[in-house]
């Protein structure tokens, strides 16, 4: 008989080789991240505007977690012992479409209808429409609590699957983020890991002059989740970081935060000093330039 903490290994599906060296591994998920970025700027093309700051942001994350963390089978997202991936965050849909495309979850051939009518593939993330897509994200502050939900049920399956919630620094405002904290604190949720985005910025401007959120680390300690701080645009901080929560992950322990700390539009110069980035309107001509640059940024690291 089952019991309640019991738990069943998921087959696990890490990506790469089991002979990949460290270095190998490196070099896969950063060409995966910088796959990410270009599929984000052919989607934002098409409209001409979108939230391309934060799909290139967080590219390295999504790199992380699709490339080489979440245990899926990507021709069969309903496969019951996947680990789920949460997107609290709807609007950041354009990164996680590009990391689904990346994962072969969708035809990359598809991208290009992004936002428009009929497509899979709307502006705001929707679990009905998209396959991959686990939670209609967008109304923010709702993620982590049904991430808590989440988790549980799947414990007291006996299921050996993770869940993983992306949240943005924006939700750190919400009270619901934090009530959840406590619940998967409470609940000891070792099964679930949450990564924040903290690319300091909001609809409304900087994090900081909308509501001031530090001392985040220090927030999350307190309400007792094991918690990392990365440069969340370093693979291999994140790659260690993850390493790191997966070490610690259990039916029953802590639960895993990893903070990453991101910078708008990474990789693209002509994006990452731009005002307004919440929602970037990009000239017709420029986009062009934003590849040659992202191409010649990648292309430099890998020389290095
Ligand atoms: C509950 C809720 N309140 C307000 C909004 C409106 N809204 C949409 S995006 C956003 C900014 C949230 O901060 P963050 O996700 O950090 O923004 P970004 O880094 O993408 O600029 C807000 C306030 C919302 N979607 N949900
Ligand atoms: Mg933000």
């Known amino acids: 008989m089952t019991t309640t903490h019991e738990v069943h290994t998921a087959t696990p599906l890490r990506k790469g080789s089991t002979t990949e060296t460290p270095a190998e591994r490196l070099e896969r998920v950063s060409a995966a991240a910088y796959r990410i970025r270009h599929h984000a700027l ?8 979108g939230y391309v700051g934060q799909a290139l942001g967080a590219a390295d994350m999504m790199a992380v977690v699709y490339a080489d963390q979440l245990r899926f089978r990507p021709e069969d997202p309903h496969w019951e012992a996947r680990d789920r991936f949460l997107l609290s965050t709807g609007h950041y849909a354009i990164g996680h479409y ?13 991208l290009e209808t992004y936002g428009s009518d ?8 929707m679990s009905t429409y998209t396959p991959g897509m686990e939670i209609s994200g967008g109304s923010l502050g709702h993620g982590l609590p049904i991430a808590i939900g989440m988790a549980l049920g799947l414990r007291y399956q006996g299921s050996g699957a993770r ?4 949240l943005s620094d ?17 609940h000891q949720l070792g099964n679930l890991t ?46 260690a970081a993850f390493d790191n929560a997966a ?15 991101t910078k708008v539009g990474r990789g693209v110069p002509l994006l990452e000093e731009r005002e307004k980035a919440h929602f970037m309107r990009i000239e017709e001509h420029e986009w062009q330039t934003c590849r040659e640059q992202l191409t010649a940024g990648f292309e430099r690291k890998a020389v290095r």
């Open 163 to 166: 869940v993983y919630n992306f």
């Open 194 to 239: 949450a990564m924040v985005d903290i690319n300091a910025l909001q609809a409304d401007g900087k994090t900081d002059t909308v509501l001031r959120t530090e001392p985040v680390t220090e927030k999350w300690e307190a309400f007792g989740w094991y918690t990392q701080r990365v440069n969340g645009n370093d693979v291999g901080a994140l790659l």
């Open 118 to 125: 009929d497509s899979r593939l709307p502006m705001s993330g």
């Open 170 to 186: 924006g939700e750190l405002d919400e009270g619901s983020t934090w009530e959840a904290a406590m619940g998967g604190h409470h």
């Open 247 to 261: 070490a610690q992950a259990a039916a029953v322990g802590a639960p895993s935060v990893i903070l990453c700390d």
């Open 42 to 49: 052919n989607m934002g093309e098409v409209q001409g505007q």
């Open 98 to 110: 590009a990391a689904l495309a990346e994962a072969g979850t969708i035809p990359v051939s598809e």
